[in-house]
């Protein structure tokens, strides 16, 4: 079964603190793809990044950056410094082929206070 | 400009008063997907289409329908709707396997009474 789970439903900072949002996923698939989305008090849905099961390295960009851990079927996001406009709903999602069969989180509500 | 579009953006209607939501893309992609977005649920999948003509069932899709005539467009059918279909429902859209990113359309809130 392919599944993904964001047991973080809510998480409030403040303004400038780093916060970690998890996400552990599971497929008896040996290649996949990861995915995290931003959704935004507007509502769209914006892509941050794509990472297959075959790349284990660390990624940054910017105040983000990735952890992905086969070992324990993780991909955990963090931001650094965090801020107001970082306030959103993050999916973290699964594709198993990278075809179109993919599986979202529940997501995690971030809400960063000034 | 890469878009997906849908319309309408907000819809309150009726139960059993048939709808339809247009989705249409220009970046001339194969796959085209209908999601459904509840609290805690997430995005879960409702029908896609592997091209013109070729459509299948995702996770969801009991009280959907859908239809791929042409390659830019993929309208979701609602015959007959009923309250626990009120949702936000996405289109997504991308250019076949090993696709980087999937591009979403920017949601219709749809709420049946």
């Known amino acids: 079964a392919q599944k993904v789970t964001q047991a973080q439903t809510e998480i409030s900072v403040v303004e400038k603190e780093d916060v970690t949002l998890d996400c552990v996923y599971e497929?008896?698939?040996?290649?996949?793809?990861l995915f995290w989305y931003k959704q935004p008090p507007s509502g769209e849905l914006v892509f941050l990044i794509r990472?297959?099961?075959?790349?284990?390295q660390n990624e940054i960009s910017g105040r983000y950056s990735w952890n992905f851990q086969k070992s324990t079927s993780s991909f955990n996001f963090t931001i650094t410094a965090s801020q107001v406009v970082d306030s959103a709903v993050y999916f973290c999602?699964?594709?198993?082929?990278?075809?179109?069969?993919?599986?979202f989180g529940a997501g995690t509500r971030l809400t960063v206070k000034p | 400009e890469a878009q997906v579009t849908q319309n309408p953006r907000y819809l309150i209607t009726v139960t059993g008063k048939k709808l339809t939501v247009t989705c249409s893309q220009n970046?001339?992609?194969?796959?085209m997907s209908w999601y459904r977005q509840d609290p805690g649920l997430g995005l879960r999948q409702i029908y896609y289409?592997?091209?013109?003509?070729?459509?299948d069932k995702g996770d969801v899709p009991e009280g959907y329908k859908v239809s791929r005539k042409e390659k830019r467009n993929f309208p979701l059918i609602l015959e007959s709707p009923s309250p626990n279909q009120t949702s936000l429902y996405f289109c997504?859209?991308?250019?076949?396997?090993?696709?980087?990113?999937?591009?979403f359309g920017p949601g219709t809130r749809l709420t049946v009474t």
């Open positions: 289409s592997m091209n013109v003509e070729v459509t």
């Open positions: 970046m001339n992609h194969e796959y």
């Open positions: 990472r297959n099961s075959f790349d284990e």
């Open positions: 997504a859209t991308h250019p076949g396997a090993s696709y980087y990113e999937q591009y």
């Open positions: 999602a699964l594709d198993p082929d990278n075809n179109n069969d993919m599986r």
């Open positions: 497929t008896r698939d040996t290649t996949y793809y």
